[in-house]
């Protein structure tokens, strides 16, 4: 299947009620992953919005929630007053402290942290929560990190990952060359 085809029956799936449910899971929570090549990252952003907006013209009682985890970073650090900082931050410390520093500011290891209540803050009782964005906010953010604490706020709406790379059901590759040594309990949204 090429990507159109595999965004396609993604679409379809979450119109199911048993998806939007979460029900025939084996008492698991939703937790999916839609993996993509990373080169495609513009086409998909561009289906994410479509399926969005589509939603918000259909009478369906389900709403479709995209939180695009960079975007969600760089309002924080604006709103704290931080982002100028940062910048002068980087220019005298490095890359690798501000990537540290920022993650600290946001609680990134933490199911308290800033990130994780800005998304169960946001997202209404019946929706389907589409997370965006790792690729972008990497590496101040890890999937792996977000899923987790995600995992422990968030159980009773499905859960999309959009994934710039490779999932084989267990392990992440990001953008098909970093490996994520890290076991998910995720499915695979569509092989």
Known sequence: MNLDERLDKAEEKIKSPTFRENKGLGNEVGYYIFDYPAEQELFV???IEY???KNENSDDEYKVVV???YDITINILKEKGYLE???Q???TKGFERITKSVGNMLKITSSD???INHIREHTPE???VFITGIGKSYPILRSHTVLNNLHQVIDNVPVVLFYPGNYDGQELVLFGEIKDDNYYRAFKLVD
Do not use: N, S, V, W
Request: net charge positive; glycine share 4%.
């Open 45 to 47: 952003r561009e289906r």
């Open 51 to 53: 399926i969005k907006k």
């Open 67 to 69: 939180f695009d985890l």
């Open 85 to 87: 900082k940062c910048y």
């Open 89 to 91: 931050f980087e220019k």
């Open 113 to 115: 942290g800033l990130i």
């Open 126 to 128: 019946k929706a389907i």
